[in-house]
T-cell receptor, first 115, second 113 residues
Framework: DGGITQSPKYLFRKEGQNVTLSCEQN?????MYWYRQDPGQGLRLIYY???????QKGDIAEGYSVSREKKESFPLTVTSAQKNPTAFYLC??????????????FGQGTRLTVV | GESVGLHLPTLSVQEGDNSIINCAYS??????FIWYKQESGKGPQFIID?????DKRQGQRVTVLLNKTVKHLSLQIAATQPGDSAVYFC????????????FGSGTQLTVLP
């Protein structure tokens, strides 16, 4: 089945640790995105990538890093510089690349908690 | 920057009644709009979309209305069912933007038995 897979579903991080959230898609989509969702709020864009080996900062990129070495994969690293990382993280993908209007397909999310 | 907002954070309806969820947007360049449904602990699911060259689009039990004059979008759900209970987000995009969608804060729809 085609889709977007995020792992793990739940992740616990100690203070000062970096953690990496996985996002894989087999939809052959060019564009991939990371969003953060806090309770009772909408989705805020962290990073996005329109094509392999290229990515752009979103609205809240500080304390996060990404890579896009393969079309299928867009991992997100939450670094120790992110002061309030506890949130629900959503990965999405869409096609085609750039400006044409298509919906984003979402993964099932990773809930990150700092302990 | 642009913002997309919802008029009501919560909405309760009786099972079988129709639901109307509203959304306002401020970016006049937005030309593509989507409604998503998000159940607790899950990722958003696409419900229906509409492009700015349309005023209305219908799906199965859902209708989206777009009023570009007042920058208003609404989602109508006919014969609301318990399974419709979820948070509903509107999102907008401009063709001229390489970024993905801008989301509103969501409306929690609760269907009462």
């Amino acid at each position: 089945d085609g889709g977007i897979t995020q792992s793990p579903k739940y992740l616990f991080r100690k203070e000062g640790q970096n953690v990496t959230l996985s996002c894989e898609q087999n939809l052959n989509h060019d564009a991939m995105y990371w969003y953060r969702q806090d309770p009772g709020q909408g989705l805020r864009l962290i990073y996005y990538s329109q094509i392999v080996n290229d990515f752009q900062k979103g609205d809240i990129a500080e304390g996060y890093s990404v890579s896009r070495e393969k079309k299928e994969s867009f991992p997100l690293t939450v670094t120790s510089a992110q002061k309030n990382p506890t949130a629900f993280y959503l990965c999405a993908s869409s096609t085609p690349r750039g400006g044409l209007n298509t919906e984003a397909f979402f993964g099932q999310g990773t809930r990150l908690t700092v302990v | 920057g642009e913002s997309v907002g919802l008029h009501l954070p919560t909405l309760s309806v009786q099972e079988g009644d129709n639901s109307i969820i509203n959304c306002a947007y401020s970016n006049s360049a937005s030309d593509y709009f989507i409604w998503y449904k998000q159940e607790s602990g899950k990722g958003p699911q696409f419900i229906i979309d509409i492009r700015s060259n349309m005023d209305k689009r219908q799906g199965q039990r859902v209708t989206v209305l777009l009023n570009k004059t007042v920058k208003h979008l609404s989602l109508q759900i006919a014969a609301t069912q318990p399974g419709d209970s979820a948070v509903y987000f509107c999102a907008e995009k401009s063709s001229g933007s390489a970024r993905q969608l801008t989301f509103g804060s969501g409306t929690q729809l609760t269907v009462l038995p």
